[in-house]
């Protein structure tokens, strides 16, 4: 599933290109990928309509209309592509927004989990989930003091505390590996057996990795759809993700797989010392 920083990297790729333009037509090849409204009201209240511009909250990504705006999450294997009109269709494209310059804003997802929601601007979107979402990790009231409020007393992983979209809001799988390694804090330590120091480091290094892997993963349009809107190049800067078995890259250790709330966390041994939970 893309993680804020991918998602953040779709907007900042996109916006430019499809702000200003005027959505002609919307084509539902999957009509059940609309959440809501029903896929009629949402076809016809987006036709005719002009994009503002692009918004992300959390792993949602917004297309700010004039009057409304289209809330959609991309889940596991969903893809945003802009392309000309007369570019083939590919298989697993579920909905096509024809543009007033002749490119298509294209929506394929293999798996068929992504979803998209319309709502009136002056409506409170209690529909989509994005009510329900903690912080970004950037707002400055994600200190030590809010995450240990909320997690401080919990005998849950602190990996899974990281997980709790409504604790904060875009960090997966990947990115909680890696701020966790940065923090020297074992991904399996109970949330109510970190001090407050840790807590301190961890609060100033959440903002610092996901932004760091968001100026990493920067791309141009032409290679973002040369990737096919899959390929970031984050990659070959991840410390621990995906690198069981490989040197730990501070002291050379081993890097350890273990499963967490069914989920493979990788941390180094030696690193990220500390009780388990």
Known sequence: MPELPEVETIRRVLEPQVSGRTIEQVILNRPEIISYPSAEMFQSGVAGVRIRGMDRRGKFLAMCLEGKRIVLHLRMTGRLLLVPRHTAEEKHTHIVFRLDDGNE??????RRFGRFWLVKEDEEDVKSGVHKLGPEPFD???????LQSLCGRRKRAVKECLLDQSVIAGIGNIYADEILFASRIRPDRAADS???NEWKRLAETIPERLGYFIEKNTVTPAEYL???GTEYRNTPFLQVYG???APCPHCGTPLRRIVIAGRGSVFCPHCQKGKKR
């Open 140 to 146: 400055p009231t994600l200190d030590a003091a809010y």
């Open 243 to 245: 690198h069981e078995g």
């Open 105 to 110: 804003l294209r929506f394929i997802d293999p």
């Open 226 to 228: 040369a990737g096919n």
């Open 194 to 196: 970190l001090t407050k």
